[in-house]
């Protein structure tokens, strides 16, 4: 649950709002593939850190046991609180509220994370321009340019993310995410 996934799960309830997480089944898997005692202590972790603030505001949790039975208690549940669907935070934002979108919560987290990127990028870029000029070791060159490829990937995805949501980039922001100082484009 570590990086990518925990970054979903709290776009997620940024996106839904804390009142829609109660309509969430949290399902775990892979049951007939390990032995009960070491699901349950995985179960047991996933509910008291990273699923905990969406149980508490409601989410259920179910267990998958690769089984028809199992699915349909899944379905069952989900049936069950159906009927008590709320409007998703976002939409309340946009709808009800009427915020731009990159006024909303979801918005604003994208936008976060995109400053955050921008800046890791830059010192990035000045650690590696420095090591260059001193003549250091094409180790810690070539690490450093990796690390600037992953944090650059990285940046990509949110791009990627704020485009899908149709939050506005100005060309010239959007290409200096993607085409930084020095490097050239495809």
């Known amino acids: 649950m570590a990086g990518t996934p925990l970054k979903n799960l709290r776009m997620f309830e940024k996106l839904c709002g804390k009142n829609a997480l109660r309509n969430i089944i949290l399902t775990t898997t892979m049951w007939d593939e390990i ?3 070491s699901g349950v202590r995985r179960e047991k972790e996933l509910r008291s850190n990273y699923w905990k603030v969406m149980i508490d505001h409601g989410s259920k949790t179910a267990r998958y046991r690769n089984t028809r039975e ?19 935070l976002l939409q309340q934002e946009m709808v009800d509220m009427e915020k731009q979108l990159r006024e909303t919560q ?13 800046k890791k990028q ?9 090591e260059t000029r001193r003549h250091g070791d094409g180790n810690i060159v070539r690490s450093l340019k990796e690390d600037y490829e992953e944090v650059r990937a990285q940046l990509a995805i949110t791009v990627a993310e704020m485009q899908t949501l ?9 290409r ?11």
């Open 106 to 118: 979801a918005g604003q987290a994208l936008f976060a994370t995109l400053e955050v990127l921008v």
């Open 35 to 37: 032995d009960e005692a």
């Open 70 to 88: 199992s699915a349909w208690d899944i379905v069952d549940q989900f049936c069950e609180i159906a009927n008590k669907r709320c409007a998703m």
């Open 122 to 130: 830059q010192e990035m870029l000045l650690k590696i321009r420095a």
């Open 176 to 186: 200096l995410f993607m085409y930084p100082m020095g490097s050239k484009r495809a």
């Open 166 to 174: 149709r939050i506005p980039l100005g060309r010239r922001l959007l």
